[in-house]
Protein backbone atom coordinates (compact mmCIF):
# COMPACT_ATOMS: atom_id res chain seq x y z
CA UNK A 1 0.00 0.00 0.00
CA UNK A 2 1.50 2.89 -0.83
CA UNK A 3 1.77 5.56 1.99
CA UNK A 4 2.06 9.46 1.96
CA UNK A 5 5.60 10.66 3.29
CA UNK A 6 5.21 14.81 3.36
CA UNK A 7 3.57 16.17 5.39
CA UNK A 8 -0.24 15.97 5.85
CA UNK A 9 -2.22 18.86 3.46
CA UNK A 10 -2.40 22.24 5.36
CA UNK A 11 -5.85 23.42 6.46
CA UNK A 12 -8.20 25.84 4.12
CA UNK A 13 -7.04 29.00 4.05
CA UNK A 14 -9.94 30.61 6.14
CA UNK A 15 -9.57 28.32 9.39
CA UNK A 16 -5.99 28.79 8.73
CA UNK A 17 -3.47 29.43 11.70
CA UNK A 18 -1.96 31.99 9.90
CA UNK A 19 -5.71 33.88 8.87
CA UNK A 20 -6.97 33.28 12.47
CA UNK A 21 -3.46 35.76 13.40
CA UNK A 22 -4.08 38.21 10.72
CA UNK A 23 -7.69 38.57 11.80
CA UNK A 24 -6.87 38.78 15.72
CA UNK A 25 -4.46 41.44 14.63
CA UNK A 26 -7.03 43.43 12.31
CA UNK A 27 -9.52 43.28 15.44
CA UNK A 28 -7.38 44.21 17.88
CA UNK A 29 -6.12 47.29 15.85
CA UNK A 30 -10.04 48.37 15.02
CA UNK A 31 -11.82 47.49 17.90
CA UNK A 32 -9.48 46.95 20.73
CA UNK A 33 -7.54 43.80 23.17
CA UNK A 34 -11.03 43.26 24.45
CA UNK A 35 -12.66 42.71 21.24
CA UNK A 36 -9.95 40.56 20.53
CA UNK A 37 -10.34 38.19 23.59
CA UNK A 38 -13.85 37.32 22.93
CA UNK A 39 -12.89 36.80 19.27
CA UNK A 40 -9.65 34.40 20.03
CA UNK A 41 -12.01 32.20 22.46
CA UNK A 42 -14.20 31.68 19.26
CA UNK A 43 -11.69 31.03 16.97
CA UNK A 44 -10.32 28.54 19.36
CA UNK A 45 -13.45 26.38 20.70
CA UNK A 46 -15.45 27.03 17.75
CA UNK A 47 -19.22 27.96 17.35
CA UNK A 48 -20.44 28.48 21.01
CA UNK A 49 -23.41 29.62 23.12
CA UNK A 50 -23.01 32.30 25.92
CA UNK A 51 -22.52 30.35 28.86
CA UNK A 52 -19.96 28.41 26.81
CA UNK A 53 -17.93 31.42 25.93
CA UNK A 54 -18.41 32.94 29.27
CA UNK A 55 -16.10 29.67 30.70
CA UNK A 56 -14.09 29.77 27.97
CA UNK A 57 -13.12 33.47 27.98
CA UNK A 58 -13.07 33.81 31.69
CA UNK A 59 -14.11 37.47 31.28
CA UNK A 60 -16.32 39.45 33.24
CA UNK A 61 -19.91 39.33 32.28
CA UNK A 62 -20.17 42.86 31.63
CA UNK A 63 -16.69 42.58 29.37
CA UNK A 64 -17.77 39.71 27.70
CA UNK A 65 -21.15 41.44 26.67
CA UNK A 66 -19.90 44.96 25.74
CA UNK A 67 -17.13 43.14 23.42
CA UNK A 68 -19.66 40.30 22.16
CA UNK A 69 -22.36 43.44 21.06
CA UNK A 70 -18.99 45.27 19.48
CA UNK A 71 -18.32 42.59 16.93
CA UNK A 72 -21.67 41.94 16.54
CA UNK A 73 -22.83 45.21 15.43
CA UNK A 74 -19.29 45.27 13.16
CA UNK A 75 -20.38 41.84 11.62
CA UNK A 76 -17.47 40.05 12.67
CA UNK A 77 -19.72 37.77 15.19
CA UNK A 78 -22.74 35.73 13.83
CA UNK A 79 -25.52 34.45 16.14
CA UNK A 80 -27.24 31.75 14.96
CA UNK A 81 -30.75 30.53 17.07
CA UNK A 82 -30.62 26.69 17.46
CA UNK A 83 -34.46 24.74 18.03
CA UNK A 84 -33.37 21.26 19.85
CA UNK A 85 -35.74 18.61 18.77
CA UNK A 86 -39.53 18.61 20.95
CA UNK A 87 -39.28 16.12 24.03
CA UNK A 88 -42.17 14.09 25.73
CA UNK A 89 -42.54 16.93 28.08
CA UNK A 90 -43.29 19.91 25.34
CA UNK A 91 -40.95 22.04 22.98
CA UNK A 92 -37.59 21.66 22.73
CA UNK A 93 -35.21 24.50 24.18
CA UNK A 94 -34.25 27.10 22.06
CA UNK A 95 -30.51 28.89 22.58
CA UNK A 96 -28.54 31.36 20.65
CA UNK A 97 -24.46 30.08 19.34
CA UNK A 98 -22.03 32.92 18.26
CA UNK A 99 -19.49 32.16 15.61
CA UNK A 100 -16.43 33.91 14.52
CA UNK A 101 -17.24 35.51 11.12
CA UNK A 102 -13.40 35.12 10.20
CA UNK A 103 -13.76 35.49 6.11
CA UNK A 104 -15.43 39.07 6.65
CA UNK A 105 -12.39 40.17 8.87
CA UNK A 106 -10.21 39.05 6.81
CA UNK A 107 -11.91 40.69 3.78
CA UNK A 108 -11.26 44.22 6.10
CA UNK A 109 -8.09 44.61 3.97
CA UNK A 110 -10.22 44.87 0.77
CA UNK A 111 -12.22 48.12 2.37
CA UNK A 112 -9.61 50.55 -0.01
CA UNK A 113 -10.37 48.70 -3.32
CA UNK A 114 -13.98 48.23 -2.31
CA UNK A 115 -14.46 52.33 -2.30
CA UNK A 116 -12.40 52.54 -5.03
CA UNK A 117 -14.68 50.51 -6.86
CA UNK A 118 -18.02 52.32 -5.78
CA UNK A 119 -16.18 55.07 -6.73
CA UNK A 120 -15.46 54.85 -10.37
CA UNK A 121 -18.83 53.00 -10.89
CA UNK A 122 -21.25 55.50 -8.88
CA UNK A 123 -19.84 58.31 -7.62
CA UNK A 124 -19.06 59.96 -4.15
CA UNK A 125 -22.00 60.05 -2.84
CA UNK A 126 -22.35 56.19 -3.01
CA UNK A 127 -18.86 55.54 -1.67
CA UNK A 128 -19.87 57.85 1.40
CA UNK A 129 -22.82 54.99 1.97
CA UNK A 130 -20.48 52.52 1.53
CA UNK A 131 -17.79 53.76 3.73
CA UNK A 132 -20.32 54.80 6.18
CA UNK A 133 -21.70 51.28 6.44
CA UNK A 134 -18.05 49.68 6.48
CA UNK A 135 -16.94 51.83 9.04
CA UNK A 136 -20.28 51.29 11.59
CA UNK A 137 -20.79 47.40 10.32
CA UNK A 138 -24.34 47.72 10.82
CA UNK A 139 -27.39 50.61 10.68
CA UNK A 140 -30.98 51.75 10.04
CA UNK A 141 -31.75 53.87 7.03
CA UNK A 142 -32.06 56.94 9.30
CA UNK A 143 -28.90 56.74 11.03
CA UNK A 144 -26.94 55.80 7.34
CA UNK A 145 -28.74 59.19 5.99
CA UNK A 146 -27.62 61.14 9.16
CA UNK A 147 -23.77 60.12 9.24
CA UNK A 148 -24.06 60.57 5.31
CA UNK A 149 -25.57 63.98 5.51
CA UNK A 150 -23.17 64.93 8.29
CA UNK A 151 -19.51 63.87 6.36
CA UNK A 152 -20.89 65.96 3.65
CA UNK A 153 -21.47 68.94 5.43
CA UNK A 154 -17.85 68.71 6.88
CA UNK A 155 -16.64 67.79 3.59
CA UNK A 156 -18.40 71.36 2.41
CA UNK A 157 -16.98 73.18 5.31
CA UNK A 158 -13.47 71.69 5.45
CA UNK A 159 -12.06 70.54 8.52
CA UNK A 160 -9.37 71.56 10.79
CA UNK A 161 -10.57 74.64 9.26
CA UNK A 162 -9.82 74.12 5.43
CA UNK A 163 -11.70 75.45 2.65
CA UNK A 164 -13.84 72.30 1.81
CA UNK A 165 -14.00 71.66 -2.28
CA UNK A 166 -17.15 73.81 -2.77
CA UNK A 167 -19.25 71.04 -3.80
CA UNK A 168 -23.04 70.95 -2.66
CA UNK A 169 -23.96 68.00 -0.18
CA UNK A 170 -26.12 65.97 -1.56
CA UNK A 171 -29.47 66.38 -0.79
CA UNK A 172 -31.69 63.21 1.05
CA UNK A 173 -33.60 62.11 -2.48
CA UNK A 174 -30.30 61.50 -4.18
CA UNK A 175 -28.85 60.00 -1.36
CA UNK A 176 -32.15 57.98 -0.85
CA UNK A 177 -31.99 57.20 -4.54
CA UNK A 178 -28.26 56.14 -4.52
CA UNK A 179 -29.02 53.78 -1.50
CA UNK A 180 -31.69 52.14 -3.57
CA UNK A 181 -29.22 51.44 -6.83
CA UNK A 182 -26.76 50.28 -4.31
CA UNK A 183 -29.36 47.55 -2.73
CA UNK A 184 -30.95 46.78 -6.08
CA UNK A 185 -27.35 46.16 -7.54
CA UNK A 186 -26.68 44.04 -4.41
CA UNK A 187 -24.19 46.18 -2.92
CA UNK A 188 -25.65 46.04 0.11
CA UNK A 189 -27.80 44.15 2.07
CA UNK A 190 -30.53 43.18 4.96
CA UNK A 191 -28.65 42.13 8.33
CA UNK A 192 -29.65 38.02 8.88
CA UNK A 193 -31.77 37.96 11.49
CA UNK A 194 -30.59 36.34 14.92
CA UNK A 195 -32.80 33.64 14.33
CA UNK A 196 -31.88 32.03 11.21
CA UNK A 197 -30.84 28.16 12.15
CA UNK A 198 -27.30 27.45 12.27
CA UNK A 199 -25.63 27.18 8.77
CA UNK A 200 -26.12 23.01 7.39
CA UNK A 201 -23.07 20.96 7.62
CA UNK A 202 -21.18 20.36 4.70
CA UNK A 203 -20.27 17.13 4.49
CA UNK A 204 -17.01 16.18 1.74
CA UNK A 205 -18.24 14.36 -0.89
CA UNK A 206 -16.17 11.27 -0.66
CA UNK A 207 -17.87 10.90 2.96
CA UNK A 208 -21.36 11.17 1.89
CA UNK A 209 -23.56 8.09 1.89
CA UNK A 210 -26.96 6.85 0.38
CA UNK A 211 -29.75 7.27 3.35
CA UNK A 212 -32.46 5.26 2.69
CA UNK A 213 -36.59 7.02 2.83
CA UNK A 214 -36.70 7.35 6.23
CA UNK A 215 -40.04 5.43 8.16
CA UNK A 216 -43.27 7.12 9.01
CA UNK A 217 -43.36 8.04 12.41
CA UNK A 218 -39.34 7.56 12.89
CA UNK A 219 -36.87 9.73 14.48
CA UNK A 220 -34.83 9.93 10.75
CA UNK A 221 -38.45 11.24 9.46
CA UNK A 222 -38.81 13.93 12.15
CA UNK A 223 -35.37 14.96 11.85
CA UNK A 224 -35.62 15.36 7.95
CA UNK A 225 -38.58 17.23 8.57
CA UNK A 226 -36.90 19.88 10.94
CA UNK A 227 -34.25 20.44 8.39
CA UNK A 228 -36.70 21.23 5.61
CA UNK A 229 -37.86 23.26 7.81
CA UNK A 230 -34.66 25.47 8.33
CA UNK A 231 -34.10 25.36 4.79
CA UNK A 232 -37.05 26.94 4.71
CA UNK A 233 -36.33 30.14 7.19
CA UNK A 234 -32.88 29.99 5.39
CA UNK A 235 -34.44 30.52 1.61
CA UNK A 236 -36.69 33.04 3.86
CA UNK A 237 -34.00 35.10 4.18
CA UNK A 238 -32.33 35.30 0.78
CA UNK A 239 -36.08 35.80 -1.18
CA UNK A 240 -36.33 39.15 1.63
CA UNK A 241 -32.27 40.12 1.66
CA UNK A 242 -32.63 42.92 -1.25
CA UNK A 243 -35.63 43.81 -0.98
CA UNK A 244 -36.45 47.19 0.15
CA UNK A 245 -39.21 48.79 2.41
CA UNK A 246 -42.49 50.27 1.02
CA UNK A 247 -41.95 53.83 2.36
CA UNK A 248 -37.89 53.52 0.44
CA UNK A 249 -39.80 52.90 -2.61
CA UNK A 250 -41.83 56.26 -2.62
CA UNK A 251 -45.56 54.28 -2.83
CA UNK A 252 -46.40 56.77 -5.95
CA UNK A 253 -47.44 54.85 -9.07
CA UNK A 254 -44.97 54.89 -11.93
CA UNK A 255 -41.99 56.59 -9.96
CA UNK A 256 -39.65 54.74 -7.66
CA UNK A 257 -42.62 52.89 -6.11
CA UNK A 258 -42.48 51.31 -9.82
CA UNK A 259 -39.25 51.12 -10.88
CA UNK A 260 -38.01 48.99 -7.33
CA UNK A 261 -40.67 47.09 -6.69
CA UNK A 262 -40.23 43.45 -6.10
CA UNK A 263 -36.98 41.35 -5.50
CA UNK A 264 -34.96 44.33 -5.68
CA UNK A 265 -32.11 42.31 -7.75
CA UNK A 266 -30.51 43.79 -10.13
CA UNK A 267 -31.53 41.40 -12.62
CA UNK A 268 -35.19 43.13 -12.43
CA UNK A 269 -34.31 46.36 -14.00
CA UNK A 270 -35.05 45.05 -17.63
CA UNK A 271 -38.23 43.50 -17.18
CA UNK A 272 -39.27 46.58 -14.94
CA UNK A 273 -38.09 48.71 -17.85
CA UNK A 274 -40.32 46.27 -20.33
CA UNK A 275 -43.50 46.90 -17.91
CA UNK A 276 -42.68 50.66 -17.57
CA UNK A 277 -42.73 50.80 -21.58
CA UNK A 278 -45.78 49.22 -21.55
CA UNK A 279 -48.26 51.51 -19.09
CA UNK A 280 -47.63 54.64 -21.06
CA UNK A 281 -50.27 53.84 -23.57
CA UNK A 282 -52.37 53.90 -20.63
CA UNK A 283 -52.15 57.82 -19.88
CA UNK A 284 -54.14 58.23 -22.84
CA UNK A 285 -57.22 56.18 -21.73
CA UNK A 286 -59.16 58.99 -20.13
CA UNK A 287 -59.87 60.75 -17.42
CA UNK A 288 -61.52 58.66 -15.08
CA UNK A 289 -59.56 55.35 -15.61
CA UNK A 290 -56.67 58.20 -14.31
CA UNK A 291 -58.10 59.15 -11.15
CA UNK A 292 -59.53 56.27 -10.00
CA UNK A 293 -56.09 54.62 -10.40
CA UNK A 294 -54.81 57.48 -8.45
CA UNK A 295 -57.38 57.05 -6.06
CA UNK A 296 -56.72 53.47 -5.36
CA UNK A 297 -52.81 54.14 -5.18
CA UNK A 298 -53.51 56.63 -2.50
CA UNK A 299 -55.38 54.89 -0.30
CA UNK A 300 -53.20 52.12 -0.69
CA UNK A 301 -50.24 53.80 0.25
CA UNK A 302 -52.11 55.65 3.49
CA UNK A 303 -53.35 52.07 4.49
CA UNK A 304 -49.43 50.87 4.43
CA UNK A 305 -47.74 53.52 5.44
CA UNK A 306 -47.52 53.01 9.36
CA UNK A 307 -46.66 49.51 8.20
CA UNK A 308 -44.19 50.80 5.80
CA UNK A 309 -42.40 53.20 8.75
CA UNK A 310 -42.13 51.03 11.03
CA UNK A 311 -40.38 47.95 8.78
CA UNK A 312 -37.92 51.02 7.95
CA UNK A 313 -37.30 51.48 11.60
CA UNK A 314 -36.34 47.96 11.70
CA UNK A 315 -34.34 46.52 9.01
CA UNK A 316 -30.59 46.63 9.13
CA UNK A 317 -28.16 47.14 6.28
CA UNK A 318 -24.55 46.34 5.89
CA UNK A 319 -22.58 46.07 2.91
CA UNK A 320 -22.42 42.75 0.76
CA UNK A 321 -18.88 41.79 0.35
CA UNK A 322 -20.18 38.85 -2.06
CA UNK A 323 -21.42 41.42 -4.65
CA UNK A 324 -17.92 42.88 -4.52
CA UNK A 325 -15.69 39.74 -4.61
CA UNK A 326 -18.39 38.72 -7.49
CA UNK A 327 -17.27 41.64 -9.66
CA UNK A 328 -13.35 41.05 -8.77
CA UNK A 329 -13.95 37.46 -10.34
CA UNK A 330 -15.27 38.44 -13.29
CA UNK A 331 -12.64 41.00 -13.48
CA UNK A 332 -10.52 38.21 -13.20
CA UNK A 333 -11.71 35.69 -15.39
CA UNK A 334 -12.32 38.50 -18.28
CA UNK A 335 -8.37 39.02 -17.92
CA UNK A 336 -7.00 35.63 -18.24
CA UNK A 337 -9.64 34.66 -21.26
CA UNK A 338 -8.34 37.90 -22.64
CA UNK A 339 -4.59 36.74 -21.76
CA UNK A 340 -5.28 33.32 -23.78
CA UNK A 341 -7.24 33.48 -26.38
CA UNK A 342 -7.46 37.33 -27.77
CA UNK A 343 -9.49 40.53 -26.63
CA UNK A 344 -12.24 39.43 -28.33
CA UNK A 345 -13.17 35.89 -26.44
CA UNK A 346 -12.68 38.13 -23.10
CA UNK A 347 -15.53 40.18 -24.50
CA UNK A 348 -17.32 37.54 -25.45
CA UNK A 349 -17.00 36.10 -21.87
CA UNK A 350 -17.72 39.36 -20.64
CA UNK A 351 -20.78 39.66 -21.97
CA UNK A 352 -22.00 36.14 -21.02
CA UNK A 353 -20.96 36.60 -17.16
CA UNK A 354 -22.97 40.08 -17.42
CA UNK A 355 -26.38 38.20 -18.54
CA UNK A 356 -25.85 35.71 -15.90
CA UNK A 357 -25.44 38.50 -13.07
CA UNK A 358 -29.16 38.70 -12.11
CA UNK A 359 -29.21 34.67 -11.87
CA UNK A 360 -25.88 34.23 -9.38
CA UNK A 361 -26.64 33.86 -5.79
CA UNK A 362 -22.96 34.04 -4.38
CA UNK A 363 -19.36 35.07 -6.10
CA UNK A 364 -18.75 30.57 -5.20
CA UNK A 365 -21.21 29.77 -8.45
CA UNK A 366 -20.61 26.79 -10.25
CA UNK A 367 -21.93 26.99 -13.28
CA UNK A 368 -23.62 29.68 -15.58
CA UNK A 369 -27.56 29.73 -16.70
CA UNK A 370 -28.20 28.61 -20.11
CA UNK A 371 -27.80 31.94 -22.41
CA UNK A 372 -28.24 32.63 -25.63
CA UNK A 373 -25.97 34.81 -27.94
CA UNK A 374 -28.58 37.37 -28.23
CA UNK A 375 -28.83 37.81 -24.40
CA UNK A 376 -24.93 37.99 -24.29
CA UNK A 377 -25.02 40.92 -26.99
CA UNK A 378 -27.65 42.71 -25.58
CA UNK A 379 -26.31 42.28 -22.19
CA UNK A 380 -22.96 43.83 -23.72
CA UNK A 381 -24.54 46.71 -25.65
CA UNK A 382 -26.47 47.80 -21.77
CA UNK A 383 -23.13 48.14 -20.78
CA UNK A 384 -20.62 49.54 -23.04
CA UNK A 385 -22.59 50.06 -25.91
CA UNK A 386 -21.36 48.41 -29.53
CA UNK A 387 -17.91 48.80 -29.10
CA UNK A 388 -17.19 45.61 -27.09
CA UNK A 389 -19.68 43.49 -28.69
CA UNK A 390 -17.34 41.22 -31.37
CA UNK A 391 -18.27 41.40 -34.96
CA UNK A 392 -18.78 37.63 -34.89
CA UNK A 393 -20.14 36.55 -31.45
CA UNK A 394 -21.49 33.50 -32.25
CA UNK A 395 -18.27 32.09 -33.79
CA UNK A 396 -16.23 33.47 -30.71
CA UNK A 397 -18.80 31.47 -28.84
CA UNK A 398 -18.63 28.34 -30.86
CA UNK A 399 -14.35 28.00 -30.97
CA UNK A 400 -14.28 28.71 -27.20
CA UNK A 401 -16.40 25.86 -26.65
CA UNK A 402 -14.35 23.81 -28.41
CA UNK A 403 -10.99 24.23 -26.93
CA UNK A 404 -9.28 21.40 -24.74
CA UNK A 405 -10.03 23.71 -21.36
CA UNK A 406 -13.26 22.87 -22.15
CA UNK A 407 -14.76 25.84 -19.70
CA UNK A 408 -17.50 26.65 -21.94
CA UNK A 409 -20.02 24.11 -23.84
CA UNK A 410 -22.68 24.76 -26.67
CA UNK A 411 -26.29 23.30 -25.84
CA UNK A 412 -27.47 23.65 -29.04
CA UNK A 413 -29.89 26.55 -30.06
CA UNK A 414 -32.82 28.50 -28.87
CA UNK A 415 -34.77 31.50 -29.15
CA UNK A 416 -31.94 33.83 -28.41
CA UNK A 417 -29.60 31.96 -30.95
CA UNK A 418 -26.90 29.62 -30.08
CA UNK A 419 -27.09 28.64 -26.40
CA UNK A 420 -23.69 28.26 -24.25
CA UNK A 421 -23.04 27.27 -20.44
CA UNK A 422 -19.57 28.38 -18.79
CA UNK A 423 -17.68 26.52 -15.91
CA UNK A 424 -16.78 29.29 -14.08
CA UNK A 425 -14.39 27.06 -11.22
CA UNK A 426 -12.47 25.76 -14.60
CA UNK A 427 -11.40 29.39 -15.87
CA UNK A 428 -10.49 30.49 -12.13
CA UNK A 429 -8.44 27.23 -12.00
CA UNK A 430 -6.34 28.75 -15.01
CA UNK A 431 -6.00 32.12 -12.99
CA UNK A 432 -5.11 30.40 -10.05
CA UNK A 433 -2.83 27.86 -11.68
CA UNK A 434 -1.19 30.88 -13.51
CA UNK A 435 -0.06 32.79 -10.33
CA UNK A 436 0.92 29.45 -8.86
CA UNK A 437 3.39 29.32 -11.64
CA UNK A 438 4.52 32.62 -10.77
CA UNK A 439 4.83 32.32 -7.58
CA UNK A 440 6.96 28.72 -8.16
CA UNK A 441 9.26 30.22 -10.38
CA UNK A 442 9.86 33.45 -7.95
CA UNK A 443 10.56 31.10 -5.15
CA UNK A 444 12.78 27.98 -7.07
CA UNK A 445 13.54 29.42 -10.00
CA UNK A 446 13.24 28.43 -13.30
CA UNK A 447 14.48 25.07 -13.51
CA UNK A 448 12.23 24.57 -10.07
CA UNK A 449 9.06 25.62 -12.99
CA UNK A 450 10.61 23.54 -15.39
CA UNK A 451 10.17 20.18 -12.66
CA UNK A 452 7.04 21.10 -11.08
CA UNK A 453 5.19 21.80 -14.84
CA UNK A 454 6.06 18.32 -15.46
CA UNK A 455 5.37 16.75 -12.88
CA UNK A 456 1.79 18.62 -12.80
CA UNK A 457 1.81 17.32 -16.69
CA UNK A 458 2.60 13.43 -16.01
CA UNK A 459 1.38 12.78 -12.55
CA UNK A 460 4.02 11.01 -11.12
CA UNK A 461 7.85 10.31 -11.77
CA UNK A 462 10.43 9.29 -9.95
CA UNK A 463 13.79 11.28 -9.10
CA UNK A 464 15.50 10.01 -11.95
CA UNK A 465 12.83 10.81 -14.49
CA UNK A 466 12.69 13.80 -13.63
CA UNK A 467 16.18 14.85 -13.75
CA UNK A 468 16.51 13.20 -17.16
CA UNK A 469 13.09 14.57 -18.37
CA UNK A 470 14.00 18.27 -16.92
CA UNK A 471 17.34 18.16 -18.27
CA UNK A 472 19.02 18.85 -15.41
CA UNK A 473 21.55 17.01 -13.07
CA UNK A 474 20.62 14.58 -10.49
CA UNK A 475 22.21 16.99 -7.74
CA UNK A 476 19.97 19.85 -9.35
CA UNK A 477 17.15 17.91 -9.34
CA UNK A 478 17.22 17.11 -6.01
CA UNK A 479 18.25 19.77 -4.81
CA UNK A 480 14.80 21.76 -6.35
CA UNK A 481 12.62 18.74 -5.17
CA UNK A 482 13.05 18.43 -1.90
CA UNK A 483 12.81 22.56 -1.28
CA UNK A 484 9.52 22.47 -2.67
CA UNK A 485 8.84 19.37 -0.58
CA UNK A 486 9.91 21.68 2.42
CA UNK A 487 7.64 24.34 1.05
CA UNK A 488 4.89 21.85 0.51
CA UNK A 489 4.37 22.42 -3.25
CA UNK A 490 5.03 18.66 -3.97
CA UNK A 491 4.54 15.66 -2.29
CA UNK A 492 6.63 12.68 -1.80
CA UNK A 493 4.77 9.08 -1.94
CA UNK A 494 6.58 5.84 -1.43
CA UNK A 495 5.77 2.28 -2.83
CA UNK A 496 6.91 -0.46 -1.44
CA UNK A 497 7.40 -4.13 -3.17
CA UNK A 498 7.44 -5.78 0.14
CA UNK A 499 5.73 -5.44 3.24
CA UNK A 500 8.85 -4.50 5.47
CA UNK A 501 8.76 -1.19 3.81
CA UNK A 502 12.81 -1.61 3.00
CA UNK A 503 13.96 1.47 1.27
CA UNK A 504 16.30 -1.22 -1.06
CA UNK A 505 12.99 -2.28 -2.63
CA UNK A 506 10.97 0.76 -2.43
CA UNK A 507 10.50 3.41 -5.23
CA UNK A 508 9.95 6.66 -4.11
CA UNK A 509 7.31 8.84 -6.54
CA UNK A 510 7.05 12.78 -6.66
CA UNK A 511 4.11 14.14 -7.38
CA UNK A 512 2.52 17.85 -7.68
CA UNK A 513 -1.42 18.30 -7.29
CA UNK A 514 -2.85 21.65 -7.81
CA UNK A 515 -5.63 21.41 -4.57
CA UNK A 516 -2.69 21.03 -2.00
CA UNK A 517 -0.33 23.57 -4.11
CA UNK A 518 -3.12 26.04 -4.22
CA UNK A 519 -4.07 25.36 -0.06
CA UNK A 520 -0.33 25.98 0.65
CA UNK A 521 0.51 28.98 -1.02
CA UNK A 522 -2.96 30.77 0.29
CA UNK A 523 -1.40 29.96 3.77
CA UNK A 524 1.84 31.62 2.60
CA UNK A 525 -0.33 34.53 0.88
CA UNK A 526 -1.64 35.28 4.54
CA UNK A 527 1.38 34.75 6.46
CA UNK A 528 2.89 37.17 4.09
CA UNK A 529 -0.03 39.52 4.39
CA UNK A 530 0.15 39.19 8.49
CA UNK A 531 4.06 39.59 8.24
CA UNK A 532 3.42 43.47 5.85
CA UNK A 533 0.67 44.15 8.04
CA UNK A 534 3.37 43.87 11.06
CA UNK A 535 5.47 45.73 9.73
CA UNK A 536 3.35 48.57 9.00
CA UNK A 537 2.06 48.71 12.33
CA UNK A 538 5.95 48.94 13.37
CA UNK A 539 6.62 51.98 11.06
CA UNK A 540 3.66 54.05 12.29
CA UNK A 541 4.23 53.11 16.34
CA UNK A 542 8.01 54.13 15.52
CA UNK A 543 7.09 57.29 14.27
CA UNK A 544 4.00 57.95 16.34
CA UNK A 545 5.73 61.23 17.69
CA UNK A 546 6.05 62.34 14.00
CA UNK A 547 2.13 61.39 13.08
CA UNK A 548 0.84 63.51 16.68
CA UNK A 549 2.61 66.39 15.54
CA UNK A 550 1.33 66.40 12.29
CA UNK A 551 -2.07 66.21 13.52
CA UNK A 552 -2.02 69.07 16.36
CA UNK A 553 -4.00 72.24 15.63
CA UNK A 554 -2.42 74.85 15.32
CA UNK A 555 1.21 73.55 13.92
CA UNK A 556 3.65 75.90 12.70
CA UNK A 557 5.01 75.80 9.42
CA UNK A 558 8.49 76.14 10.29
CA UNK A 559 8.47 73.02 12.30
CA UNK A 560 7.25 70.92 9.50
CA UNK A 561 9.70 71.95 7.37
CA UNK A 562 12.56 70.82 9.97
CA UNK A 563 11.38 67.40 9.59
CA UNK A 564 10.42 67.55 5.48
CA UNK A 565 12.67 64.53 5.45
CA UNK A 566 11.16 62.60 8.10
CA UNK A 567 7.88 63.08 6.64
CA UNK A 568 8.49 62.48 3.07
CA UNK A 569 10.44 58.89 4.77
CA UNK A 570 7.70 57.84 6.61
CA UNK A 571 4.83 58.33 3.61
CA UNK A 572 7.10 56.56 1.02
CA UNK A 573 7.23 53.43 3.61
CA UNK A 574 3.88 53.31 4.64
CA UNK A 575 3.07 53.94 0.79
CA UNK A 576 4.94 50.96 -0.07
CA UNK A 577 3.61 48.78 2.43
CA UNK A 578 -0.23 49.63 2.04
CA UNK A 579 0.41 49.18 -2.21
CA UNK A 580 1.77 45.45 -1.29
CA UNK A 581 -0.74 44.55 1.19
CA UNK A 582 -3.30 45.73 -1.35
CA UNK A 583 -1.62 43.39 -4.16
CA UNK A 584 -1.54 40.30 -1.48
CA UNK A 585 -5.05 40.84 -0.41
CA UNK A 586 -6.08 41.05 -4.50
CA UNK A 587 -4.36 37.39 -5.08
CA UNK A 588 -5.81 36.66 -1.77
CA UNK A 589 -9.36 36.98 -2.95
CA UNK A 590 -9.01 34.67 -6.02
CA UNK A 591 -7.52 31.86 -3.40
CA UNK A 592 -9.88 32.44 -1.14
CA UNK A 593 -13.01 34.34 -1.57
CA UNK A 594 -14.44 33.32 -5.11
Known amino acids: MAQAVAAPLPL ?46 KLPQPQLRAGLLVLIQHNYVNVYLKQEPPTLRGPGPSYSLYEAALPRILQGLRMPRFLTYIMDEHGPTSQQLICTLLEHGRLRWDQVLGAVTEAAAKQEEGEDGEEGDGSPPPTPDVVLNQFRSLVIERFIERVPPCTLPPPAKQVHPNARKKVATPKPGSEEEAALHREQSEALVRQAYQEERFQLPADLLGGQPGKAGDEYAGSGKAGDKRKRGKDAAGEEPAKKKGRKKADAAAAAADEATAAGGKDGEKEAESVLWRVNYDEFNRRFRNEVIVETVKAKYGQDAGNAVLGLLLANARFEASAQTGETVVLGVNEISSALRRQYGNDLVPEHLGEVLSELSE ?51 LLFATGQLEQKQVSDMA ?82 PGISDAMIQRRTAEIAKLKAVTSRLEAALLDLDAQICIFADV
Open 12 to 57: PANRGPYAARLALKLVEEALGPLCRAVLKCLLDHGMQQYGDLARTS
Open 403 to 453: DVLQFLEAHGHGPGGEQFVMNIPQVLNLARLLELESVVRNKFGEHGMRIWR
Open 471 to 552: MLTKEEAREKLYAMLKAGYVTLQDVPRTADHAPSRTFYTWRAKLEPALARLSSDLYRAAGNLHARLMHELDRNQELLDMLET
